[in-house]
């Protein structure tokens, strides 16, 4: 079974995960490889390209010249081919260059490339990927951290979107952020590096490994998180209750002074 290390946004390494054989243990299948990405590169064409015939170009209704006598070769209009401003012989036509790949060699492409990825260890799995707030000197720090070379093209996979992620890796040249329901095999071969955090291989392993669907592995992992993240919340909404109960006699204090003032403009007013 394959196995990879998982770091720390510092970089530091913290324990290994075992990955699932059937997603990132597979032999790349090379042909279906080649198929999946020549079809998914032909269908962002789209087939726009138009040219006109000698019937659709505008002018030459009138024959140049009579028929005999000029010593030319005889013409019936100025549009033809041959002509400078005449129509363009079997030229590009609008048509469709959809192609269709069968969704199980289109999940068989991504897991092989997976699998090299794990092979050649260009594959990083963290255990968390956030920030306090959007800063691109932060997110050039964590890729410092993790990578061994800084001209690298890298790909990072949220299992949701994270503003704060977004925004800060934007200005970097030589990275990408997307959601891992948007995972295709161009994306995966342009970068050198992955970067995915532990909730987003879990994600791929439910789609990919069990036959899920990105809706319910979504659910899926929405389900398992607030079970790790409870008792932070409820600390939390321990301290804002404390807090409340702090302030409120602050404020029936300053009630009880400010209205005997209001009483007596309203008396004032009056008089």
């Known amino acids: 079974m394959p196995s990879t290390t998982v770091y720390n946004q510092a970089g530091e390494a913290l324990e290994q995960l075992e990955l699932s054989e059937q997603v990132f243990g597979v032999t790349p299948n090379m042909a279906v490889l080649h ?4 079809a998914q590169l ?9 040219t006109k015939t000698r019937g659709e170009v505008s002018g030459g209704n009138k024959k140049p010249y009579r028929q005999k006598g000029t010593g030319n070769a005889r013409q019936g209009s100025t549009r033809s081919p041959q002509f400078r401003h005449g129509g363009v012989v079997f030229g590009p036509r609008p048509h469709p260059y959809h192609h269709d790949v069968p969704k199980k060699m289109r999940r068989l492409a991504i897991r092989s490339v997976l699998s090299d990825k794990v092979a050649n260890e260009s594959l990083i799995i963290i255990d968390n990927l956030s920030l306090e707030q959007p800063r691109t000197r932060d ?3 964590i ?4 990578l061994t070379s800084a001209d690298k093209q890298v790909l990072m996979m949220l299992p949701r979107r994270d503003e704060n992620i977004v925004l800060s890796i934007r200005n970097v040249p030589t990275a990408k952020v997307q959601h891992v329901s948007s995972i295709n095999v161009i994306e995966l071969l342009k970068h050198d590096y992955v970067i995915m955090p532990v909730q987003t291989v879990r994600w791929i392993e439910l789609v990919f490994g069990e036959g899920l669907s990105a809706e319910e592995a979504s659910r899926r992992i929405a389900e398992e998180e607030p079970q790790i993240t409870e008792p932070t919340a409820s600390i939390a909404s321990k301290e804002a209750s404390r807090k409340d109960t702090e302030e409120e006699p602050t404020v029936s204090i300053s009630s009880k002074e400010a209205s005997p003032k209001i009483a007596e403009e309203d008396s004032e007013n009056e008089a």
């Open 35 to 38: 198929q999946v990405v020549t």
């Open 42 to 50: 032909v269908n962002r064409r789209q087939g726009n390209a138009s």
């Open 139 to 141: 997110m050039l720090e």
């Open 143 to 146: 890729l410092d951290n993790l």
